[in-house]
C-alpha cells in the first residue's frame, strides 16, 4: 500500500508553477521523501528528495514543514514536455508507488 | 553513464504461452528490481535482488511468474503460462546500494500486451 496521498490529476498552463502536495500522515523518522516523474512509455525518473526544509534543484524544488506530514513539488514555469505522471514516496529499499499525480500543461 | 536496458521493448503473445523478459542494469549496481505496471496505476514491486540473491518476492504470483538473476549481473523474469490480466509494462531498475538515500534508476520498459 503506498504511505503517501496525493492529487489525481492537475492542469496548468506553460510558463505557470505547478505546486503538487502530498500527505505522509505516518512518516518515520528515518524517512526521506522523494519524487519521480514518468512520461508515457518511459520508466519513472528521479526528480528530487529531501527530509526537511527546502531542497531546490534544476528541475523542483521540494518544501518539507517541520512536520514533515506533508511535502509540496513545485516545478516552476513548466512547458508542454512537463506533462507527465508525477509520484511521491519515500525512498526506502522498496518503493511503494500510488496512483501518482497527473499533470497536464495547455499551451 | 549507460542506463539500464531491457528487451525486447513490445511483445504480444496469447494466452497460456510462455514469455521472458531481459534486463541489464547500471554497471556496478548490487540491488535490481522487477516491477509490473497496469495501465493507469503505479509500478508494483515483483521481486527485489540483492547481487545474486532474493530479498523481497512476497508480490510475485509465483504459480506463474519466476525470476532469476545469474553471477549477479543481468536478470530475467518469466511468465509461464500468461493470462490476460498479465496485460502490463513491465519494468526493471537498478540502484547502487540497499537503502538510504540513493535513488532508482528505471529501464524503458517492456510492454507486454496478452490476447
Known amino acids: 500500500l503506498a504511505k503517501t496521498t496525493q492529487p489525481i490529476s492537475m492542469d496548468s498552463y506553460e510558463g505557470q508553477e505547478v505546486n503538487i502536495t502530498c500527505s505522509h500522515n505516518?512518516?518515520?523518522?528515518?524517512?526521506?521523501i522523494t519524487w519521480y516523474q514518468q512520461f508515457p512509455s518511459q520508466g519513472p525518473r528521479f526528480i528530487i528528495q529531501?527530509?526537511?526544509t527546502k531542497v531546490t534543484n534544476e528541475v523542483a524544488s521540494l518544501f518539507i514543514p517541520a512536520d514533515r506530514k506533508s511535502s509540496t513539488l513545485s516545478l516552476p514555469r513548466v512547458s508542454l514536455s512537463d506533462t507527465a505522471v508525477y509520484y511521491c514516496?519515500?525512498?526506502?529499499?522498496?518503493?511503494?508507488f500510488g496512483a501518482g499525480t497527473t499533470v497536464t500543461v495547455r499551451a | 553513464e549507460a542506463g539500464v536496458a531491457q528487451s525486447p521493448r513490445y511483445k504480444i503473445i496469447e494466452k497460456r504461452q510462455s514469455v521472458a523478459f531481459w534486463c541489464n542494469p547500471i554497471s556496478g549496481h548490487a540491488t535490481l528490481y522487477w516491477y509490473q505496471q497496469i495501465l493507469g496505476q503505479g509500478p508494483k514491486l515483483l521481486i527485489q535482488f540483492q547481487n545474486n540473491g532474493v530479498v523481497d518476492d512476497s508480490q510475485l504470483p509465483k504459480d506463474r511468474f519466476s525470476a532469476e538473476r545469474l553471477k549477479g549481473v543481468d536478470s530475467t523474469l518469466k511468465i509461464q503460462p500468461a493470462k490476460l490480466e498479465d496485460s502490463a509494462v513491465y519494468l526493471c531498475?537498478?540502484?547502487?546500494?540497499?537503502?538510504?538515500?540513493?535513488?532508482?534508476?528505471f529501464g524503458p520498459g517492456t510492454r507486454l500486451t496478452v490476447l
Open positions: 505516518n512518516i518515520a523518522t528515518n524517512d526521506y
Open positions: 531498475a537498478s540502484r547502487p546500494g540497499t537503502g538510504g538515500t540513493d535513488t532508482q534508476y
Open positions: 529531501g527530509y526537511k
Open positions: 514516496l519515500f525512498n526506502d529499499y522498496k518503493l511503494s
